[in-house]
């Protein structure tokens, strides 16, 4: 009646040798390390960036705890890790001098990091620890808001130029073309020139076009649908969260968190980095680059007095400024494929600019037949009015490389390169909470949360020893085995543990002995209908499940509710709250029933079971 056969045993006993195994890195702890990434974008990291790490060590006489590749796709590194914190330091300095030949400009980036001491053949059967959240390794975590406004104007200017593309192309004539809020105002002379105007346009789906009349003037006016326009917010949000990403691997942080929250948020969180002002710097910042052509028809030292025509911009901040351009652009950022800090001819600092394909068509294309004429670079930037970096004459065709030169100083040659290689975001953000948190907090966090877990264990153990004896012992194995599979399934999802998944840890504990609570008060009450003890633990795990799997599923139900209206902590502690439910249910029943019967059931006249403060008679009513 109460045997299990042997490949439910056998089951058992994989599942807690797997649990083991994935649970174990998680007691190795950490080393310091150095991580090489790759500085140019045309510089990939492989097993010869290793073999250069691993022979500058050696002639420097500087012992590695191990050295290897890290990573995959176009993230990948040399990590390289260390005794001590002093050994690492000193790693430091001799790998940024040998592996790059100009400082200003490096073809290598080296990182201070901590990296896992888990053996090597455990990781290639990806038996990793968990990741350790802002709360418990200490860093960074900025809640960012985006201007999804601004996101909006920068979508309509798009449709305004290719508007204006769109007429010139097909040759109709218009009377001016601007924007004016969240619409295009495109003026005609004619009907006949706007109904073709029409007709070319109504190739743009995404947009509704009106007609209009100002006095004498006809216009269409254009704005975008309501699902083009809740598609651009989005897209704003989605590529700010991409260009994050790209600046966050650039600083090389290890596990940072840039996820969204809510429709127009951002939460980016920078485990281990404690500079603060320095990591705003760099993901808050909107650069990206223009390069006009300069409105010659403005004579130069007359711009602020004279009328600026239509389609040009006067611009007032920058070197060489007053100075009119048009608002054309001949070339975005959006075409920069490398980005370096350099010097120029005058050992000045600068910033070495190469363009992919398209971008170099084009600055060909504009140069041409501009030789002699003048030609600006603007920088854009989230606070303030746009930068005139520099001015200057064509004096032949360009190429797909140029340099931005008057930088100033090597540090801010190298953060504009860093901004303009990783891409500009698409719109501003603003910094609406920020916190730090230091690695001794960190560490205390860590400590607590571990005593908390011991403590709450022990507790549990002692009541259920004390109260149900051996039944409440097979309890305590099951739980700890519940414990061992929920750290093992955390593990193996490379899962992020803060506090609030702690606290999911020891609610999971309290559910998965509330199962085992239910279990032997059932079989207690058959006991105390006279049945035997055989039968009373068969029909006690029987009954007891309809109600373990009541409970837990309307438990889950809530779980699964918090994970997809929550976000952030409440997510995390979702994840952990679900899975410590699948976990228990395993545990309580499978385990718990296995053990039972590995005990009990072997005994073909079993008189009394130990469930309680006293021996209960087989037979007694």
């Not at 979508?155 to 109709?172: E, F, M, P």
């Not at 303009?420 to 910094?431: D, E, I, K, W």
Request: aromatic share 6%.
């Amino acid at each position: 009646m109460n045997r299990y056969p042997v490949w439910k045993y056998i089951v058992i006993a994989i599942t807690v040798l797997l649990g083991a195994l994935y649970t174990a890195p998680n007691y190795f702890g950490e080393s310091p390390a150095l991580q090489v990434t790759s500085g140019k974008s045309t510089v990939k990291v492989g097993s010869d960036v290793t073999a250069k790490v691993e022979q500058v060590l050696k002639q420097e006489n500087i012992k590695t705890d191990g050295i290897a590749l890290d990573g995959t796709g176009s993230h990948v590194s040399v990590r390289a890790r260390f005794f001590d914190t002093d050994t690492q330091f000193k790693a430091k300095l001799a790998l940024e001098h040998a592996l790059n030949a100009d400082p200003n400009d490096p073809t290598y980036i080296v990182t201070n990091n901590l990296t896992a001491n888990t053996p090597v053949w455990m990781q290639k059967i990806r038996a990793l620890p968990m990741y350790l959240g802002l709360d418990l390794r200490g860093g960074v975590h900025f809640l960012m808001q985006v201007d999804v406004k601004a996101a909006l104007e920068k979508r309509v200017t798009g449709i305004q130029t290719s508007v204006r593309t769109a007429l010139r192309d097909k040759n109709i004539r218009h009377a001016g073309i601007e924007r004016k809020d969240n619409t295009v105002e495109v003026k005609f002379r004619d009907d006949d020139t706007r109904k073709k105007a029409r007709a070319v346009l109504a190739d743009m789906q995404e947009l509704n076009i009106a007609d209009a009349a100002d006095g004498a003037d006809l216009k269409l006016v254009l704005s975008l649908k309501p699902a083009a326009l809740k598609e651009a917010m989005d897209n704003g949000v989605k590529q700010n969260i991409a260009t994050l990403s790209k600046r966050v691997n650039e600083l090389g942080v290890a596990e940072p968190i840039i996820q969204q929250q809510g429709a127009d948020r951002i939460v980016v969180q920078l485990p281990g980095v404690q500079d603060v002002a320095r990591a705003k710097s760099i993901i808050g910042r909107t650069a990206t680059l223009e390069v006009r052509m300069v409105d010659e028809t403005v004579v130069p030292g007359t711009e602020l007095q004279s009328a600026v025509p239509f389609n040009s911009e006067l611009f007032t901040v920058g070197k060489n400024v007053p100075v009119v351009l048009y608002k054309d652009i001949v070339l975005s950022g959006d075409y920069i494929s490398r980005a370096t800090a350099s010097f120029d001819q005058n050992h000045n600092a600068a910033v070495s600019i190469d363009l992919n394909g398209d971008g170099g068509r084009k600055i060909r294309e504009a140069t041409r037949d501009r030789v002699g004429k003048k030609m600006a670079i603007v920088l854009y930037e989230q606070k303030g009015k746009p930068e005139v970096l520099s001015v200057a004459t064509i004096q032949s065709e360009l190429g797909s490389s140029f340099q931005i030169t008057g930088m100033g100083n090597s540090e801010n040659a190298a953060e504009l390169a860093l901004l303009l290689r990783s891409g500009a975001l698409y719109a501003p953000m603003t910094v609406i909470e920020e916190r730090t948190v230091g690695p001794a907090l960190g560490a205390e966090n860590i400590q607590k949360g571990k005593m908390s877990m011991i403590y709450g264990f022990s507790a549990i153990a002692v009541f259920m020893v004390i109260y149900y004896m051996l039944f409440g012992f097979f309890s305590v194995l099951a739980l700890g085995v519940n414990l061992l599979l929920l750290m093992a399934l955390l593990s193996m999802m490379q899962a992020t543990l803060t506090l609030p998944g702690i606290a999911a840890i020891a609610l999971a504990l309290g559910m998965a002995i509330d199962a085992n609570v239910l279990i032997n008060e059932r079989i207690r009450e058959e006991l105390r209908k006279g049945n035997t003890p055989q039968a009373a633990i068969a029909d006690g795990f029987k009954h007891a499940w309809d109600t373990i799997i009541d409970s837990n599923v309307t438990t889950l139900i809530v779980g699964i509710a918090l994970y997809v209206f929550g976000s952030g902590p409440v997510r995390g502690f979702a994840v952990v709250h679900c899975l410590g439910i699948l976990t228990s249910m395993f545990s309580a029943v499978f385990v718990s029933r296995g053990v039972v019967n590995l005990w009990y059931g072997r005994k073909k006249k079993l008189q009394s079971v130990s469930i309680g403060t006293v021996w209960v008679p087989g037979q007694s009513k």
